[in-house]
């Protein structure tokens, strides 16, 4: 029998989920002053830091810039946010997940500096940012890279100094703490910028705030579309910039290219001088759960807002099948769901909405009136992502397949349900040499 108390870990987590009145509290004030108690203002965490920011593409940026790090012969580290399945998942240290121990003593850390001297509250995310910070200052790579968890300026990641800031897409999301001005919304994500340090736009279609803040920095602009790209080639594609030599014959990392773009120019920028082979190899590599995951008929991706979902319409257009193309959609109350319905709806033939748990949560029922009002097929409503993706696997077709997506949540719960029946399915085997 397994034991069914919480791990160390766990128990740290549940901790810090409690301890501050509200889940996003964005500013710096606090966070800052126990970082400087920390001494990760003193000096430099890693021998270059890269913060990625933006509405969409983060995740998928810093997979690709970790990998075409680690192939150039860098150490490298991540610091990323949600977590799909552990929270390991948030820190990567040369690939690897952080163990338990070493999330523990950054959590440690931190307590410690908070409380010394006037006790400072910090929330979840700021405790596992400078927990991380702390890890990475450790391990002491050559590389780090940060994704800011929302906005920019205010995000707990942006106590560090970037030495270069990307900038990967501009949309509409997390209104109630950012806005619904798209100009507004870009400045926040700018914020990571530094005077004189290099701004990689990630994105031909960004607001001119975003611009128009690299300059009031003096900041080196690097844009997509006029100093680097992509040209698709017969099988493969190019990658071209304005300082550099171009590089050809590089794989679909099966992610936008215009994030590998990106991913290039900001590690050139770090002072990596590109490998042709190296960077094939990376990006022939790359693996990021969640996003755009296929597994057998079923694609799993966790966007949630428009633009993310008109991405993912767009590539399941390119892969049609012989059969119907269902979609399992679960997503938190304060998310466009009409937006996201619209982008997905001409590669969507019918829907299973599902309920997610928390007080942010929406109902399947409310999605289900979504849905039925923007006149889509409704075919089954269920209490949860696992409980959905079971009634789906009963019911399709040989020549249909499955789109689990709308958030984090969703796709995290059907990957667990997945992993405890294979866990189930692996404990219920009968151990070599039992009859």
């Given at each position: 029998?397994?034991?069914?108390?919480?791990?160390?870990?766990d128990?740290?987590?549940?901790?810090?989920?409690?301890?501050?009145?509200?889940?996003?509290d964005?500013?710096l004030?606090?966070?800052?002053?126990?970082?400087?108690?920390?001494g990760?203002?003193?000096?430099?965490?890693a021998?270059?830091?890269i913060?990625?920011?933006?509405?969409?593409?983060?995740?998928?940026?810093?997979?690709?810039?970790?990998?075409?790090?680690?192939?150039?012969?860098?150490?490298?580290a991540?610091?990323?946010?949600?977590?799909?399945?552990?929270?390991?998942?948030?820190?990567c240290?040369?690939?690897?997940?952080?163990?338990?121990?070493?999330?523990?003593?950054?959590?440690e850390?931190?307590?410690?500096?908070r409380?010394?001297?006037?006790?400072?509250?910090?929330?979840?995310?700021?405790?596992?940012?400078?927990?991380?910070?702390?890890?990475?200052?450790?391990?002491?790579?050559?590389?780090?890279?940060?994704?800011?968890?929302?906005?920019?300026?205010?995000?707990?990641?942006?106590?560090?100094?970037?030495?270069?800031?990307?900038?990967?897409?501009?949309?509409?999301?997390?209104?109630?703490?950012?806005?619904?001005?798209?100009?507004?919304?870009?400045?926040?994500?700018?914020?990571?910028?530094?005077?004189?340090?290099?701004?990689?736009?990630?994105?031909?279609?960004?607001?001119?705030?975003?611009?128009?803040?690299?300059?009031?920095?003096?900041?080196?602009?690097?844009?997509?579309?006029?100093?680097?790209?992509?040209?698709?080639?017969?099988?493969?594609?190019?990658?071209?910039?304005?300082?550099?030599q171009?590089?050809?014959?590089?794989p679909?990392?099966?992610?936008?290219?215009?994030?590998?773009?990106?991913a290039?120019?900001?590690?050139q920028?770090?002072?990596?001088?590109?490998?042709?082979?190296?960077?094939?190899?990376?990006?022939?590599?790359?693996v990021?759960?969640?996003r755009?995951q296929?597994?057998?008929?079923?694609?799993?991706?966790?966007?949630?807002?428009?633009?993310?979902?008109?991405?993912?319409?767009?590539?399941?257009?390119?892969?049609?099948?012989?059969?119907?193309?269902?979609a399992?959609?679960?997503?938190?109350?304060?998310?466009?769901?009409?937006?996201?319905?619209?982008?997905?709806?001409?590669?969507?033939?019918?829907?299973?909405?599902?309920?997610?748990?928390?007080?942010?949560?929406?109902?399947?029922?409310?999605?289900?009136?979504r849905?039925?009002?923007?006149?889509?097929?409704?075919?089954?409503?269920?209490?949860?992502?696992?409980?959905?993706?079971?009634?789906?696997?009963?019911?399709?077709?040989?020549?249909?397949?499955?789109?689990?997506?709308?958030s984090?949540?969703?796709?995290?719960?059907?990957?667990?349900?997945?992993?405890?029946?294979?866990?189930?399915?692996?404990?219920?085997?009968?151990?070599?040499?039992?009859?």
């Amino acid at each position: 029998m397994r034991d069914a108390s919480p791990s160390p870990l766990d128990a740290w987590l549940s901790r810090l989920e409690a301890a501050h009145p509200v889940g996003i509290d964005l500013g710096l004030e606090r966070v800052a002053e126990v970082a400087r108690r920390m001494g990760l203002l003193d000096g430099p965490v890693a021998g270059r830091v890269i913060t990625v920011a933006g509405t969409n593409g983060k995740g998928s940026t810093v997979a690709m810039l970790d990998a075409l790090a680690r192939h150039h012969g860098l150490s490298a580290a991540t610091y990323t946010s949600p977590h799909l399945l552990r929270y390991n998942e948030r820190l990567c240290l040369d690939g690897h997940e952080a163990d338990d121990a070493t999330l523990i003593a950054g959590f440690e850390a931190v307590e410690a500096a908070r409380l010394d001297g006037e006790p400072i509250s910090l929330t979840y995310f700021e405790v596992g940012t400078l927990g991380a910070l702390h890890a990475i200052r450790a391990f002491s790579p050559e590389v780090a890279i940060l994704e800011v968890g929302l906005g920019g300026r205010l995000d707990a990641v942006n106590v560090l100094d970037a030495d270069v800031a990307v900038v990967t897409t501009i949309a509409r999301d997390h209104a109630a703490f950012l806005g619904d001005d798209l100009e507004g919304i870009g400045r926040e994500k700018a914020g990571i910028m530094r005077a004189g340090r290099p701004a990689v736009l990630g994105s031909s279609d960004l607001p001119a705030s975003v611009r128009s803040t690299a300059e009031a920095l003096s900041a080196p602009v690097h844009a997509l579309g006029t100093a680097y790209g992509v040209e698709r080639e017969a099988a493969s594609w190019r990658w071209w910039c304005d300082i550099g030599q171009a590089l050809r014959g590089l794989p679909d990392p099966g992610l936008p290219l215009d994030n590998a773009a990106t991913a290039l120019m900001a590690l050139q920028l770090a002072g990596v001088e590109l490998d042709e082979t190296a960077s094939r190899q990376a990006l022939g590599s790359v693996v990021l759960p969640g996003r755009m995951q296929w597994r057998g008929a079923w694609c799993l991706d966790v966007g949630h807002n428009p633009q993310a979902a008109a991405y993912v319409a767009g590539r399941l257009a390119e892969r049609p099948v012989a059969g119907r193309t269902f979609a399992l959609l679960g997503m938190l109350g304060d998310k466009d769901a009409d937006g996201v319905i619209e982008a997905l709806a001409p590669s969507i033939d019918a829907w299973v909405p599902v309920t997610l748990e928390g007080e942010r949560a929406r109902s399947a029922d409310e999605l289900a009136t979504r849905l039925e009002a923007l006149d889509q097929e409704v075919v089954h409503c269920d209490v949860s992502p696992a409980q959905g993706a079971a009634w789906l696997e009963a019911h399709l077709a040989p020549q249909d397949r499955v789109l689990v997506c709308g958030s984090f949540f969703t796709v995290g719960g059907v990957l667990a349900a997945w992993a405890a029946r294979a866990q189930t399915e692996t404990d219920d085997r009968p151990s070599e040499g039992m009859t």
